[in-house]
């Protein structure tokens, strides 16, 4: 007979209003100001992030930069600098590694961490927690939250609860207790439309979730369905995946307002390029495939889809390729409500072994090994 599996210890670290935080270590001034990371407000780019100052006028991430202004014209708007966002994101990874390396990151500023058996010989993943925000603070001077639960949801869901700076655990029998008065919107994965489809089937929080069956949630949601049922019971089988195993690499943005405008859609794009790229950069991957996801105003979801016989090389080239997707679809036509680039056929620089006696044909099932 085999031993039941130990509980598992996650942690789920997310850093504060990254990108504004980083650019504020520069920026001392700023602290008290309300700050905006993005394109001029008379320009059509949107919000990257805010500071917690100006999340009190209601500013968000992927909000029009010229919305945010509305709200805020005392707001100051900084430029992006992903190399410094990407600094960062290499000095809080080697914390990560120095505990497991059994770290998933999910995008620059945010990682799971499996420390069940970790390299540090502490058996309390809150011990644990609590050293990686300390050194996080250390060497970056930036502040992370970070969650403890024997799930990737729960943890994910406890990072947030209490920003910025906090620590939530939530012990495996208290997992329960904790997610069912939560609003269904706080489970990963449910965004607007899902949330609003479940309000009108009157279902808020996670313990009215909890009381539908199977059969119901899969005529409504499809094979999501399953997975609103088993989150809303607190199961969640999924593993924290090392990157070397990770199969894509993504952003995407739900606008304020459908964007009509084709050039508009282009400015969020080129954000979104440059974001995937940077973080497949970090992650030491490559990758051939790009895709780009629309959603229009009627919620149809398409994706076009290119796959190189070499690397993209660059977000330029990221970029390029998106908009040649976007001409292969009915934006500028259609107003679209949702846009995103995925990043795919990944190959690890290291593994990439390409004999050099092989001659070109051979190369594309190379890259695979
Ligand atoms: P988040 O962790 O979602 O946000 P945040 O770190 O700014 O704030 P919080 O304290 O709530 O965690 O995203 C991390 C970074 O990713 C964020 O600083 C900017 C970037 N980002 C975008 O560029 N566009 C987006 O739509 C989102 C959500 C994030
Ligand atoms: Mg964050």
Redesign the pocket.
Known sequence: MTSPAPVRKIIHV????????VELLDRPDLRERPVV?GGPPNSRS?V???NYVARKFGIR??MPCAEAYRRCPTCVFLP?DFKKYHAVSEVIREIFHEVTDLVEPV????AYLDVTANKTGEPSATRIARAVKKKILERTRLTA?AGVASTMFVAKIAS?FR??DGLTVVPPERALAFIRPLPVIRIPGIGKVTDRHLASLDIRTVAELAAKTLEFLEEQFGSFGRYLHDIARGIDEREVTPVWERRSLG?E?TFERDLTDRSAIEDYLK?CAR?VFAELTEEGNRARTVTLKLKYHDFRSITRRRTLDEFVRSAEEVFALARTLLDRTDAGRVPVRLAGITLSTFTRKERRVVPVQLVLPFRESMEEL
């Open positions: 997310d850093m504060d209003m990254f990108y504004a935080a990371v949107v990257t992030t805010a991430s992927a992006p995008s620059l500023d945010e939250s947030d920003k910025p952003a943005a954000q974001r």
